[in-house]
């Protein structure tokens, strides 16, 4: 494979016939790899650096104690607009089969779950035929408000070129502008339905 610089004579005569770009370009984004604070319109990312499940994560749930439940690492991108692009990553709770899922953390499940525009029948923590998959997600979007990350104190967390941290906000999703009745806030309290589990390290998460 040849890989000689270009003349000027070539470079003045560089063939700018080619397809036309794909589905989602947008010749007025400014996308930022980290997701700004805000509320966005989203789709969830698979693949080998998307969207991933890690077993046997400690939640602590106030006047509760601890719990062991499997953790939803969902990865989430903008779908248009001046932050088309942008990602963001969240760590939910999830049905786990053979665990009792408190109450506060199913509410914070069913948040998500139902934002991507189906409804939860009654007892159910999922959608009807719901998959953790590229094929039940296509086509389907969400919003999802992001805000700055503190610490216990108040105090806004930085990565370590000193940007500020964002992430999605507890009980931050909705449903996309269209979609149907939107999905904000905690819903009642749903019986456990099991879904899918994969395999990653354990590690200990605050709620």
């Given at each position: 494979m040849s890989?000689e610089?270009f003349?000027?004579e070539?470079?003045a005569?560089?063939?700018?016939d080619v397809?036309?770009?794909?589905e989602?370009?947008d010749?007025?984004?400014e996308?930022f790899?980290?997701?700004?604070?805000?509320?966005h319109?989203?789709?969830?990312?698979?693949?080998?650096?998307g969207?991933?499940?890690?077993?046997?994560?400690?939640?602590?749930v106030?006047?509760?104690?601890?719990v062991?439940l499997?953790q939803?690492r969902?990865?989430l991108?903008?779908?248009?607009?001046?932050?088309?692009?942008?990602?963001?990553?969240?760590?939910?709770p999830?049905p786990t089969p053979?665990?009792?899922?408190p109450?506060?953390l199913?509410?914070?499940w069913a948040?998500?779950?139902?934002?991507?525009g189906?409804?939860l029948?009654p007892?159910?923590l999922v959608?009807?035929?719901f998959?953790?998959s590229p094929?039940?997600?296509a086509g389907k979007?969400?919003?999802?408000?992001?805000?700055?990350?503190?610490d216990e104190?108040?105090?806004?967390k930085?990565?370590r070129?000193?940007?500020p941290?964002?992430g999605?906000?507890?009980?931050?999703?909705s449903r996309?502008i269209?979609?149907?009745?939107?999905?904000?806030?905690?819903?009642?309290?749903?019986a456990?339905?099991?879904?899918?589990?994969?395999s990653g390290p354990?590690?200990?998460?605050?709620?």
């Open positions: 890989h610089a003349t000027g070539q470079i005569g560089y063939n700018f397809p036309a770009p794909t989602g370009f010749p007025n984004s996308g790899r980290d997701m700004p604070p805000g509320t319109e989203v789709e969830l990312v698979f693949g080998d650096s969207t991933g499940i890690v077993e046997n994560q400690m939640f602590r106030k006047d509760e104690g601890e062991m499997n939803l969902p990865k991108r903008i779908v248009a607009g001046p932050h088309m692009g942008a990602t963001t990553l969240d760590f939910l999830m053979g665990k009792h899922m109450a506060k199913a509410n914070r948040n998500f779950a139902r934002a991507w189906d409804d029948a007892g159910a959608p009807h035929g998959r953790l094929e039940w997600f979007r969400c919003r999802v408000e992001v805000a700055l990350q503190t104190h108040g105090s806004p930085l990565k070129d000193g940007r941290m964002t999605p906000r507890f009980f931050g999703y996309a269209g979609s149907g009745p939107a999905a904000s806030g905690p819903p009642a309290v749903p456990q339905k099991p879904a899918p589990v994969l354990p590690s200990d998460v605050e709620l």
